[in-house]
């Protein structure tokens, strides 16, 4: 599977807007990029996936580099609602079967 | 509501009780899964089926039994479990089982052994 690497933890402002990287240098041609977050008590819930354009949707934007070897989730005005652990993944059906590998994703606190 | 159910969400069981998880999904999907979360571990995928047949195993221990009778419904039944087994259990549902569609999580079953 190829690996993304993310900062152990985040700390933003209410209101303010959120940058989270993620590395993925070994991505290969046919994997997508999935973000998904995880609050407290619950489990993993979808944000955002591309593959090699820009996404948008409801919840957040997905700005993905040029070759493809990082990308950026972009919560556009943090929430207190949106403090929980960030996972990047990378899934490729013909290599990796239907799995998501989560990693330790990103802790990201948001302040009042 | 996030369209896949888990029940119970909390579950203590003795090491030679026999109990099952059920997970049931609203979604229309066609593939279900089976994750472990373990304290300060990753998620780790155990199970996938896909239009009620299994598809993956993941080395998961015998103790540890899944059945999905239909696409909506998906069980794991637990025997004879030891104390490692401790976790969150996460079930997730999605359309296509090829990575190219996300993946609906419920809220867990919190699993002790004592």
């Known amino acids: 599977d190829a690996k993304t690497t993310q900062p152990n933890s985040m700390e933003s402002n209410e209101e303010e807007p959120v940058h989270l990287p993620c590395n993925h240098s070994?991505?290969?041609?046919?994997?997508?990029i999935h973000w998904y977050r995880q609050l407290p008590s619950q489990g993993p819930e979808y944000v955002i996936h591309g593959l090699t354009s820009n996404v948008n949707n409801r919840m957040a934007s997905l700005a993905i580099a040029e070759d493809r070897k990082s990308s950026t989730l972009i919560l556009h005005r943090a929430t207190l609602r949106d403090a929980a652990v960030y996972y990047c993944?990378?899934?490729?059906?013909?290599?990796?079967?239907?799995?998501?590998?989560f990693g330790e994703g990103t802790q990201l606190t948001v302040n009042p | 509501e996030t369209g896949v159910t888990q029940t119970p969400r909390h579950l203590v069981m003795g090491m030679t009780n026999k109990k099952s998880l059920k997970c049931e999904q609203h979604?229309?999907?066609?593939?279900m899964y089976w994750y472990k979360q373990s304290a300060k571990k990753p998620l780790e995928l155990m199970f996938v089926y896909n239009f009620k047949e299994q598809t993956e195993n993941n080395s998961v221990p015998s103790r540890f039994s899944p059945e999905c009778p239909n696409s909506s419904h998906l069980f794991l039944h637990l025997h004879t479990l030891q104390p490692e087994d401790s976790a969150l259990y996460l079930c997730?549902?999605?359309?296509?089982?090829?990575?190219?569609?996300?993946?609906?999580f419920g809220d867990g079953t919190r699993l002790s052994i004592l």
């Open positions: 070994t991505i290969s041609g046919t994997d997508y």
């Open positions: 993944i990378l899934s490729d059906y013909e290599t990796s079967g239907s799995r998501l590998t």
């Open positions: 997730a549902s999605s359309q296509d089982p090829r990575g190219r569609q996300p993946q609906h």
């Open positions: 979604l229309g999907h066609n593939a």
